[in-house]
């Protein structure tokens, strides 16, 4: 079994209640957190993504917004998650990342193009094209999203980087993000 769904969790502060699923020895929101904390914004600031994709957030705006016993993702976390999605994939790291985007991302709403495959949504973790923003700007819905985690980077030289994991229609994996960006959150616990 690739994953167990779990009960949906509703979350005290505000009522918003969000779908999870049991992925490995992790337990996952299956939907982007909406909890509105100061400065959080909606893409293209159009109420109607809200519900469907959840608000955005910079690096600096994680702190205290995962729900009680809930927690923002570490970049471990993520890694966790994409060794066990990519377990029986066999061969070099772009079969993985491939293999990764696919079996996250929902079936519909992607912007495909070329060589993209559909998503399968295979272990239920409903990856939408959320967009993002930067400098001020919104960026690539119906393609592209990006899942913060709690982790700097380590090189001194980009303090102002943090990991998250990306995906498109064509690949996903772990990288480095300016903290001022706003990309959505998912948040996690151990099963």
Excluded: H
């Amino acid at each position: 079994m690739d994953s167990t769904c779990c009960s949906d969790f509703i979350d005290k502060r505000d009522g918003q209640t969000y779908k999870t699923v049991q992925i490995g020895n992790q337990v996952w929101f299956a939907n982007n957190l909406r909890y509105n904390s100061p400065g959080s914004l909606i893409y293209n600031n159009d109420v109607r993504f809200e519900p469907i994709l959840g608000r955005l957030y910079t690096w600096n705006q994680l702190e205290g917004i995962a729900p009680a016993g809930w927690r923002i993702p570490t970049k471990d976390d993520w890694l966790a998650l994409e060794s066990f999605v990519t377990k029986d994939v066999e061969g070099m790291d772009v079969k993985k990342r491939m293999a990764l985007s696919v079996a996250l991302r929902t079936p519909d709403i992607w912007d495909l193009g070329g060589m993209d495959v559909a998503g399968t949504n295979q272990f239920g973790f409903l990856g939408l094209p959320a967009g993002f923003c930067q400098d001020s700007k919104f960026w690539c819905f119906g393609s592209k999203t990006g899942f913060w985690s709690s982790t700097e980077s380590e090189s001194p030289s980009s303090v102002k980087y943090a990991y998250q994991l990306q995906i498109n229609s064509m690949f996903a994996g772990i990288s480095l993000e300016s903290k001022s960006s706003a990309f959505s959150v998912r948040c996690v616990r151990d099963a």
